[in-house]
């Protein structure tokens, strides 16, 4: 959305939320959104997001308006946040609540002269934040209390109550992204998530995910497998569906709204810790979650029916977009058939075709 003068705008109660440039980031931050909602349920709420993460913020309840980022990723833009900032100032907000940890992001209420502004310390952000939150470096806090904390004066203490994420797809979006990729409604859907933005460390091999393809279609041939993805992940779903053809290519080839709206009709989404991993945790879909470089605890699905899988080996999580050991066992030795053996449950009332 472009914004302009709009008298109806500043009679209308705001609240400002700047996202992260993560989609996974911004599904975990979406209670914060709720216990806004909660606390002013007068406010409207706008995120100004990067456009890669709009098209999540549309199955959030919460948020009114979706403000584009028109901002080049990595650079300051002083004269552009200046003309920005007074465009926001028109919107009359209340409160800003800024998600990334940078000064630049910072920069923006303040110019905008949003009187309460909240979020972490960050990059001495000291005067731009007036609401400062500090996050403790020697204790691990999952990511979504890390984000809900801002709802709440700061402490220390992690809040109580928090929320899960939650996203929601309507019925008529479901069946209009399966016939656009081609897909039966009719036939049971499970999505595998193959890619991960950050790097190779955090990816299960092209070869394990096609071994689990192959054992759920050789006991439930009906199944549909799609494998979604960004156009960067189209090569490693195209070394998977050479090693089992039956399944559905569609990394590069939806966009981010029609993956939601599939994984929203699947049975089960795996998945490797990505944003897609977020997302069918938050549209509460069965979730096979696979770890290797990162943390379990500290990204965690979130779901009712949710598994995740870590060797938990010595190395891990090193947190690197590469093995530095180049052996990768973390993944290379988390078997399909723990996977298949946590999924086989959820397909017991799938019925069989011979």
């Known amino acids: 959305m472009s914004l302009h003068a709009d008298s109806g705008l500043a009679k209308t109660k705001r609240l400002l939320i700047i996202s992260p440039n993560w989609i996974g980031d911004m599904v975990m931050a979406q209670p914060l959104l709720q216990l806004l909602k909660l606390q002013y349920p007068d406010h409207a709420i706008d995120v100004l997001a990067p456009t890669s993460v709009a098209p999540v913020l549309k199955a959030m309840a919460e948020v009114d308006t979706i403000l584009e980022t028109p901002f080049k990723h990595g650079a300051l833009q002083l004269r552009e946040r200046w003309r920005y900032a007074r465009m926001l100032r028109q919107r009359g907000y209340a409160a800003a609540y800024i998600l990334p940890n940078t000064l630049k992001f910072a920069l923006l209420p303040w110019m905008a002269g949003i009187k309460k502004r909240v979020g972490y310390k960050g990059e001495s952000r000291y005067g731009l934040i007036n609401v400062m939150h500090f996050d403790d470096k020697t204790k691990s806090r999952p990511m979504v209390p890390f984000y809900a904390a801002l709802a709440c004066a700061p402490s220390p203490q992690v809040p109580a109550h928090v929320p899960k994420p939650c996203l929601s797809v309507r019925d008529e979006q479901k069946h209009a992204a399966l016939n656009q990729v081609g897909l039966s409604a009719a036939q049971p859907l499970i999505c595998f998530a193959p890619g991960a933005e950050f790097g190779n460390a955090k990816r299960w091999p092209a070869s394990h995910f ?14 549909q497998i799609a494998l979604l993805g960004s156009p960067k992940d189209a090569s490693v779903c195209e070394e998977i569906q050479a090693l089992s053809p039956q399944v559905y290519q569609l990394a590069g080839k939806t966009r981010l709204d029609q993956a939601v709206a599939l994984m929203s009709s699947s049975l089960a989404v795996v998945s490797n810790d990505s944003g897609l991993l977020h ?7 069965p979730v096979m979650a696979i770890y290797g470089s990162t943390d379990p605890d500290h990204a965690p699905p979130f779901s009712d029916i949710a598994h995740s899988f870590s060797l938990r080996l010595p ?8 093995c530095p050991l180049a052996h990768h066992d973390c993944m290379q030795k988390l078997n399909p058939d723990l996977v298949w053996q946590a999924l086989k449950p959820l397909l017991a009332n799938v019925n069989v075709c011979h």
């Open 210 to 223: 096609a071994a689990l393809a192959n054992t759920i279609l050789q006991h439930h041939p009906e199944i």
């Open 279 to 285: 997302i069918a945790s938050a549209l509460n879909r």
């Open 315 to 322: 190395c891990s999580p090193c947190k690197q977009r590469e």
